[in-house]
């Protein structure tokens, strides 16, 4: 089976948080980028995130000849994929409706192009149910935000080629990700579990009022937050075990696996969580816009990433170990 790897033209199936995303990525890497999203104003939107993003992707470094210029919004979505040489969908995340979106864009995409969704953790064998060569149809799913986030989590579904979860991987390093295959076709994936395994502890602390939103938030950045950004849960609890390593925390920390510290099951999304929650973010906001806040963000990772690249090199470390 023929696939194209080295891609010119990215298409866009949906320009929303995600699909902006890609869109950034996409021309900060020298691409020529088609994008379609049904929301009405969605194209001047689109050219608003990106502009917001370009700072970033700037102090990142730009290929030569990646502009702004190069993104055309156009207005179907046969018009989207014609020419891509790649395919990213980033449509809300309801089953029904990526399953009657991907009969359409994989009708109208050449049928070499590797198609790739975005979703969080929905399963491909089921929303490519009606693909056109489903055997090039694969789930990228990315962080945001993605034009900066490394992380892309590829796997396929039942019909799906090996050839194509290689071909994405390479496409996906092309735009300077760090994919990672991932190897059961699970809900949720690897990353979302854990992440929301996460939110519906904070949920809970926030329900039962041992904690504000903010003292949730400050309970992670100052302090597991900072290790995550560059040794991931095994690695630190290795070192949480002293010399004697993982054995040795596994016998320590073993018996708190018994004690009901943790809820799991979410709590129930009553008026008052959700009252409490956004409440407590939106004091945790203040004056500042989204947008302000998203530039603060992305300098803040910017200058995390810078920080552990070079402290990787001087480990003689690569960027992707
Ligand atoms: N937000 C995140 O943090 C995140 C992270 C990783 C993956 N995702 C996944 O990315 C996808 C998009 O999420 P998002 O957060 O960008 O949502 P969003 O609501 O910000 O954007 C969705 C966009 O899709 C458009 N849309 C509506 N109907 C459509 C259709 N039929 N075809 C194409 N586009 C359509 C909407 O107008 C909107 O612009 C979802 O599958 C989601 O699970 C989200």
Redesign the pocket.
Known sequence: MAVIVDIKTFAA???????SGWVARALAHGLDVVAW???PG?GKQLRDNVANAWPALERVGLAPGASQERLRFVSTIEECVAHADFIQE????REE?KLA?HEQISRAAKPDAIIGS???GLLPSDFYARAVHPERCVVG????PVYLLPLVEVLGGERTAPASIEAAMTIYRSLGMRPLRVRKEVPGFIADRLLEALWREALHLVNEGVATTGEIDDAIRFGAGIRWSFMGTFLTYTLAGGDAGMRHFMQQFGPALELPWTKLVAPKLTDELIDCVVDGTAEQVGPRSIKELERYRDECITSVLAAIGETKARHGLRPED
């Open positions: 199936i949906g320009a929303g948080v995600i699909g999203d049904p929301a969605a980033s449509a809300p995340e409706l979106l975005s979703t969080s799913h990315p962080f945001n």
